[in-house]
T-cell receptor
């Protein structure tokens, strides 16, 4: 089955710096890669996603890149703000196959210091 | 995105008892999912619930321990049966979204078993 690895487990940056979180997946049939942000005491919030027919996607200060050959994808946050502090999870699935199971990475705790 | 609510938001239960968690969505959805998030850990899929059919359980999870109901397209319940301290976790429901593969999560139910 699919296995998703995520690094680093913790990441501390200064406000205004960039943050990068990386994930690798094992199943070459996976075609959908979402990123979730989970704040303390809340459920995961979908912040951006990318599909296998796209190499990069941006939404304001966040972007995701996908390298299908290497089977890895990354989340980039620019101009970080204290409110970006949270746990971030990557995931992978084989969407549109009738098998929508999301397999999650282990999470990255991001701390943005003022 | 869909608005998802869960009840209860948290509970403290005694060993050997059962707890039923409710998940309500503000729109009709095809698939609902139940996840477990153990303290400080990632999310693990328990089962997928489609309306009108038996839930599909992931490896390591069984119906006797985690019975699920899906009576209509906006509601589902997960019961945690014969609880032990190892069942202390956050239980999250999610729903599929119009975008293929997308899932949105509820706020979670924080369960402590003593």
């Amino acid at each position: 089955g699919e296995n998703v690895e995520q690094h680093p487990s913790t990441l501390s940056v200064q406000e205004g710096d960039s943050a990068v979180i990386k994930c690798t997946y094992s199943d070459s049939a996976s075609n959908y890669f979402p990123w979730y942000k989970q704040e303390l005491g809340k459920g995961p919030q979908l912040i951006i996603d990318i599909r296998s027919n796209v190499g990069e996607k941006k939404d304001q200060r966040i972007a995701v890149t996908l390298n299908k050959t290497a089977k890895h994808f990354s989340l980039h946050i620019t101009e970080t703000q204290p409110e970006d502090s949270a746990v971030y999870f990557c995931a992978a699935s084989k969407a549109n196959t009738g098998f929508q199971k999301l397999v999650f990475g282990t999470g990255t705790r991001l701390l943005v210091s003022p | 995105s869909a608005v998802i609510s869960q009840k209860p938001s948290r509970d403290i239960c005694q060993r050997g008892t059962s707890l039923t968690i409710q998940c309500q969505v503000d729109s009709q959805v095809t698939m609902m999912f139940w996840y477990r998030q153990q303290p400080g850990q990632s999310l693990t899929l328990i089962a997928t619930a489609n309306q009108g059919s038996e839930a599909t359980y992931e490896s390591g999870f069984v119906i006797d321990k985690f019975p699920i109901s899906r009576p209509n397209l906006t509601f589902s319940t997960l019961t945690v049966s014969n609880m032990s301290p190892e069942d202390s976790s956050i239980y999250l429901c999610s729903v599929d979204a119009p975008g293929v593969g997308e899932q949105y999560f509820g706020p979670g139910t924080r369960l402590t078993v003593t």
